[in-house]
């Protein structure tokens, strides 16, 4: 009676589309299913069911992935229909397929809007795929699809690369997709000049107003730059453009745009650099931003080789889309590829793909055994059936049974973790570890391996899903041959195109008139209908026998690289060093083996100068973000050079730049040739599930002294001489256990797994590090280190300056003050004077309460960190996150304050709890918005054999122009949340004790 009415309070609304989702649905569906039957009785059009839409584990993304199927469904149906309607008779007799994010077509009544949000990608990767791959050559493919307002980044290594969860527009999707990396970069992407950086994006004119060439008002794009550049050739495009839509594109407009920005970039540059700058012709300004966006574009192409363990640089690079024939040579050239394969579909490959692609249906059911020989038989039959399922499905679509294939897979994860891999079997049984659908264990053993670098002995494999994929092959044939050459290619124009260096004479080709064995050296563009292609110096292209166009990419002109600042390489290397700070979180996700690391996202990767000076911080976690570089200071000046090559060291002090005792830092030099001192630095801090202490999951909350939080580390040589001091390290983690009431770590395998991984992690930062001395020379990247921290100082500056001059008209002076209290009473106090000459700041915590007797005392460190996070949020747009963030900030904190407290103070619940509260206070005086919970609102439980602890989201406070948001994680806490169904699964027992706890303390 009560879901009638809740669902008819539903109805009056005029809300005639409904999303289901109920805890465990996944393997119980009946109470949906109830109430499924119930909402269409009642007269809701549209009803999605979680159980049906993606029968999965996790709760929260199957429920947004009903959401998602329940919105979008009604909107394919009404498409489907309208479409229907323009043919005589409907479609009834027509044979009408649709594009599915996982790569495979579908009938109209077997296609929903969970399965489609990928669509469109996912026809480019089947195109690709299917036109770039050689079967007998074996070279890997990465797909790179330049649109209009981003570019889409995949895979192909002779099958296909899904994921069954990923997060679009901030929506969490379950369900079958084509692993596709996106990025904010298109030919619509909009060109910004910020405090001195080239800035790509991510805001995107789109088709309405477009480019500037659109003739219809828009901003400086990408596009426009390459059409300055000569790289477009408006007599080539299509009369469109304008109000009329009968206009060709506007050169002469986008040149004046780049003069008037040249003008600004000067003028900056000039104010900044002083009479020693050159200043930039508008040519060059256009080339700075091509060049700032093909980094830009790199990054998730390395993300998507490297996090997997595979070399970039051993791939083929196939360009299709709009955009992408402008950038391909140039991008391969950066991430050291040989070949470039564009199609001669290109602009259409999408399209094309989809012609190409073949008929899928999927069966999918969960599952909850182990996978031994024990349940062989019982998966064997379910995989059976599931078969079965899919073959009769195919065939009442009008396959033949030998034009259908089958392929099985087992959704597997080692027990007590919740990375599970998506596994399809090894051909050939393997001993006692094959079934008889083949050989599960050793597939799923060596993509563990390839990912993670690892496996873990002597652990159960649990089987989650069963699921079967079958597939009803296309009868399209590939194109027919083109005609051989027997002259030379035929030269439409020259014309000019600017490069580094200047113009460049380049040779125009119609792709039409191209034939087989042509070889066409560049400079020269080759045209088409729908793309243009741009051959570049030193590189070299064929034209093969189906007609497409195969590149092959020169080493290109050695470029000199000066220490001097230049914008343009500012905004390059800003991205080198941020790529290296993210490539080192991928590696650590990879490798770790704990919760809190490889699922929660509990950790920050960073790189640091010389005299550990913070250069760049992976956006991981905001409470880690300036603490990292007290930590690195702190060894530099404690160790002095003491510090060799060969050593890693291990600290978690709260007095040596800690957060609190479970995050703990390792910190590796980066020694560079004969140079006697470390060039660089590399750290990377991770929260491990259990230390030791007197509480499991070292979150005591009744703790007084930090003795009692765990495990101590101030400048431990966790790799001394390069052998890794295993022993030492797991007497220091069980030390704990000697003092009364505590114990050492409850996990020491996982502690020492994740200190391994966090070890191999700033290995490839040293890598990556290194590669990029080799390419430029020690000189020219630590100049360029000292230039980024100076222009993330400017950026500051000017922010300090506007909000003075905010501040002298609301209140006639340039001092902002905030204060709250902690729930004790404990007040925190905040004056910030701020220079309005100089953008400059005095931040004083003067007035703040004395240190408490319990464990809400806070690191001086995470007060630095809460500090530039604010900052970085109250700039407005992106800037680089290092310690010119703070330069013009003088910082003081009274030390025996709950902000800088003694040595052995507690500090378990400063690091979760006041650090929200004093984001709150700066940025109250700071007049930026309303107070978030003021608290991570930790959970911890557990006893001697297992160990929880999870912050739950809170609300982040309102502001001028946006609302407040309740239930999400907010400020200081950037982590994922355990989802339910998953913690009650690993929990199960003491989960349900603790809530029966809870119950009790409430009644």
Partial sequence: MQLRQDLQRVLDKGIRSLAVVLMHSYTFDGHEKHVGRIAREMGFQQVSLSSEVMPMVRLVPRGYTACADGYLTPHIKRYVKNFSAGFSGGLEKMKVLFMQSDGGLAPSEKFFGSRAILSGPAGGVVGFAMTTYNEQAKMPVIGFDMGG??????RYAGSYEHVFETTTAGVTIQAPQLDINTVAAGGGSMLFYRAGMFVIGPESAGAHPGPTCYRKGGPLCVTDANLCLGRLLPEYFPHIFGKTEDQPLDKDATVAAFHDLTIVVNKQSLEQKGREYVPKTPEEVAMGFIEVANEAMCRPIRALTQAKGHDTSRHVLACFGGAGGQHACSIARSLGMKQVFIHKYCGILSAYGMALAD?????????????????????????????????????RQGFESENITTEPFLHLRYEKTDCALMCTAAKKPSGGTAMTHGDFLSSFLDRYQSEFGFTITNRCIIVDDIRVRGVGHSAVPLENNIMQADKPPQVEKVVEVFFIGGYRDANVYLLENLRNGHVIPGPALIIDKNSTVLVEPDCEAAITANGDVSITIGSGAHRIIGTELDDIQLSIFSHRFMSTAEQMGRILQRTAISTNIKERLDFSCAMFGPDGGLVANAPHIPIHLGAMQETVQFQIKNLGNGIQKGDVILSNHPSAGGSHLPDLTVITPVFYGDQPKPVFFVASRGHHADIGGITPGSMPPHSKFLSEEGAIFRSFKLVENGIFQEEAVTEALMAPGKIPRSSGTRNL???????????????????????????????????????????????????????????????????????????????????????????????????????????????????????????????????????????????????????SPSAGAAVVGGNVLTSQRIVDVILKAFDTCAASQGCMNNVTFGDEDVGYYETVAGGAGAGPGWNGRSGVHSH???????????????????YMHICDVFTSLVS
């Fill in 359 to 395: 008929v899928v249906y999927e069966t999918q059911e969960p599952c909850a055994h182990t996978y031994s020989a024990d349940n062989f038989q019982y998966l064997d039959a379910r995989l059976g059936e599931l078969t079965q399922q899919c073959c009769e499905e195919l065939q």
């Fill in 972 to 990: 200081c806490t950037n982590t994922r949340i355990t989802d339910s169904e998953i913690l009650e699964r690993r929990f199960a027992p003491s």
């Fill in 149 to 154: 307002t981003s570019t889409d980044v995949s």
């Fill in 749 to 899: 395998q996982d502690n020492l797994s994740d200190l391994r991984a966090q070890v191999a992690a700033n290995q490839k930062g040293i890598q990556l590090i290194t590669e990029l001395i080799d390419a430029y020379g020690l000189n020219v990247v630590q100049a360029y280190m000292a230039h980024i921290q100076a222009n993330a100082e400017l950026a500051v500056r000017e922010m300090l300056k506007e909000i003075a001059l905010k501040t002298r008209e609301r209140t006639g002076k340039t001092l902002l003050y905030g204060e709250d209290y902690m729930d004790d009473g404990t007040k925190i106090a905040l004056t910030v004077d701020i220079n309005e000459h100089e953008g400059s700041a005095v931040v004083d915590f003067s007035g703040t309460g004395y240190e408490v007797y319990g464990n809400c005392n806070t690191p001086r460190a995470v007060t630095l960190s809460a500090l530039i996070y604010c900052l970085r949020c109250m700039v407005g747009h992106d800037v680089p996150l290092n310690q010119g963030c703070l330069a013009p900030i003088k910082i003081v904190i009274p030390s025996g304050t709950i902000l």
